[in-house]
Structure formats: structure tokens, C-alpha cells
């Protein structure tokens, strides 16, 4: 009797450890891969289907917002064990993972990958050390922006002389009157709904390209100068526009014949429709050519579960097969060189000229995409459409809406610590507005 119990708790014993050890096992074959970027239910399908082709570890893929992921990180911090392996998310993100010193150094992984011939553009590596002259917080993923585009049937309403490839506000405001005229209804269309991205028009197009600035001439006179031209522009703006969040959608069912959106939100027109849509870059203002440049990047909590697997995943992500599946599903564009894309759709074509141009214009104006804000990042994005929607839907006065608002911008700096980004300059401390609009 002795003996059957001593035998039957070995074996039980036995089968605990090895189950204990497939559960190991299958743990360690898994990466738990979190990311900012791709969390749209269709755009979060397309990026599990792209890491499900990893045949050495199962990436699941999970799409979430950055407070969200920023609150998980620090909690899993302060228990000394986490569940996340990856995290994806753009530049701004990772500063505030900095501060919480929440990420392993990715330097030599870097140079096992460049060992191994993959070549990222160095401007990109730079900014992942975040101002530091040898930590990598973070290795870059893939870069996107946004630009506008057109039907071809819409460009016989452009303004005479008009340079496609080099407008500026007001020939995109008599393009789109002369459109309207024409056709009986407003052609021209934007994101403004809840889901879109017309808080990242404000602050990385029309705000710099009339001011110079994105925050510190928030208030300023050519702020209002700025809002007095979309007053303008807006009765020739569809109105269907409060409701749009992908512009492609209404490009492609005719109901708008120009618009403005973020790259992956416009590619299924030029995909679907190459013949009948083009792109260019956005328009210029008084002060230059605002335009957003959005860089992702990876990195590995210390409280990661898998390590090991997320560095597989990092190289695996950065190959040129996998940047250029990203390209052509997700459209973000490579940060490593050598992607082909001559077999790729023809929209992605049409997209990376117009990219390059804007990005190559004499009057360009780079804005960063705000930068410091930890959890608080959707407060400043909610303030630029507060201040828009006040002014321009609501017919408020701008200096009393911009004075308003100005003073809620400054709080967020202030209790966040934010130092300026660029196009502002560089600042010590909290970041300051500068010029006040005259009431």
C-alpha cells in the first residue's frame, strides 16, 4: 500500500513537472507583442496576419491606446513581472517609458542586425536613443505621414498655374471653390469625426505651416490669421466631413473628389482605383510646408516574459519581406532600405512619390508628433479640436476661444513637465507659450 501511494505521488509528481514544463515551454514560444499603431479592428487584423507568418515563436498581436499601455507597463514594473514581451508605438511614446526607465538597451541587438545587412536610416536610429549618446530605447519599425489626395477628375478645377506638387492653403481653398462651383456640392473633404486624425492636421499641418510652431504660437496673431482661413475654406469643405474617419472610403464612393488623410487611411483608393487617384503633398503656408512625420519603434520591457522571443520578432519585423508586407497592407513605409516594391500595388507607388516630395520640398517644415505627455497625450489632442470645433463649427470668436484654450495647453505642459519638440525650439523645462492673441 506504501509502495502504490509512494509510486502513485511519483508519477503524479512526474506528470506535474512535465506539464509544468510544456506550459514552460508553449510560454516561451509565445511573444506577447502590444502596440499604439495598427489598433483599428481592420488594421489590427492585417498586423496579426502579418506575424503570424513568424514560424519561430506565436506573436499575438494586440492593438491598444498608449495610456492604456503606458499604466500596464508601470504596473508590471512595480511588481517585478510583466506579461508584455513587445511594445510598438510612436516616438512620442517611448520618452515617458524612458523616464520610468522601463526598457532594455537595444543597442546590441542593433548590431547584430546591421551585422546581418539590414541597413535602417540612420536618422531614424538616432532618434530612437532618445537624446542619449548610447542607450537605443527603442529600434525604428516603420514611418508614415500624411498627405493629400485627388481624383483626376477634380485637377481641371485647379487653379491656373497651380503646382500640384507645390500648393499652398489658398490655391487648395480656390481649388476647392471652383470645385464646388462646378459640380454643385463641396468636393473637397477631411477627417473630423471622433476616430479620425484631424487633431494631427491641426498640430502637424496647418498650425506650422502658418505659424511656424505647433505649441508655442498656439494663441498667437497668425493663429488667427490661421482660423480666419479655414472660416473661409470651410463652406467649400463637404459636410459630411464631421462624420468621416478614412478618407478612402469616401474617395472611392464619390463623395468627395479631394481630401486630406494619414497614408494608411488613403491607400485602398490608389490600391483599388491607381488610374483615377492621386497624391501629393500637403499645402504650404506663410510660414512653410507643415507636415507630420510618424515614426514607430519597438522595444523590450525589463519585465518582459520572453525576451528572447521579442528580439526574434524585432528581426523578423525589420526584414525587407515583412517591411514591405506592412507597406502594402498597412501602408507605413520601410525604415530599412532594399524593400521591393515593383511587384507591390500600384497605390503604394503613387503614395511614396508623394511622400518624397513632401518631404524633399525646399519649404518643408517637419512637426513631430507631441512629445512628453505620458498618459495625458489625448488631452493635447482634445484641445486642438476643442479650439477648432469651437471656432470653425460652433462660430465662436477665435482670440477668446484661443485665449481659452491656450490656457488649458499650458496647464497640460506644466503638470506634465513637456519640453518643447520640434518645430518649437528646445526648451528647458515645461514647454511655454509664447505670443498671446489680442482680444
Known sequence: MKYRLARLISITTVLVLL?????????????????????????????????????????????????????????ESEAGEGTVDLVGGLHGMFPNLQRQDLLFDMTELLAELEAGGTEIAPAFVELGKLGTEDYQYYIPWAQATYIMAAHVDALEYLPEGADINALTWDQLAEWAQNAAEATGSNQLGFPVSDDGLWNRFMQGYIYPSYTGRMVTKFNSPEAVEMFQYLLDLWPYVNEQSVSYSFMQEPLLAGEVMIAFDHTARLLEAFNTEPENFVAFPAPAGPAGRGFMPV????????????????????????SQEVQGQVLAELGFFPV?????????????????????????????????????????????NQI?????????????????????????LQALLDETGAACWPPDPASEGPCQLEEMAEE
Open 19 to 75: 506539464l509544468s514544463g510544456l506550459s514552460a515551454l508553449a510560454q516561451d514560444d509565445t511573444v506577447n507583442f502590444q502596440s499604439t499603431q495598427f489598433a483599428p479592428v481592420e488594421e489590427a487584423e492585417k498586423a496579426q496576419n502579418i506575424v503570424s507568418g513568424f514560424e519561430d515563436y506565436t506573436v499575438e498581436f494586440t492593438g491598444t491606446n498608449e495610456g492604456d499601455l503606458l499604466t500596464l507597463l508601470a504596473a
Open 295 to 318: 515614426i514607430a519603434g519597438l522595444g523590450v520591457p525589463f519585465t518582459a516574459d520572453n525576451p528572447d522571443g521579442a528580439d526574434a520578432t524585432i528581426a523578423y519585423l525589420l
Open 336 to 380: 530599412v532600405s532594399g524593400v521591393e516594391v515593383e511587384e507591390l500595388p500600384e497605390g503604394i507607388q503613387i503614395e511614396m512619390d508623394a511622400v518624397a516630395a513632401q518631404a524633399n520640398s525646399e519649404d518643408a517644415l517637419p512637426a513631430l508628433l507631441p512629445v512628453g505627455l505620458g498618459d495625458r497625450g489625448g488631452e493635447i
Open 384 to 408: 486642438y479640436r476643442t479650439a477648432f470645433n469651437r471656432i470653425v463649427l460652433e462660430g465662436e470668436d477665435v482670440a477668446t476661444v484661443l485665449s481659452e484654450e491656450a490656457a488649458n
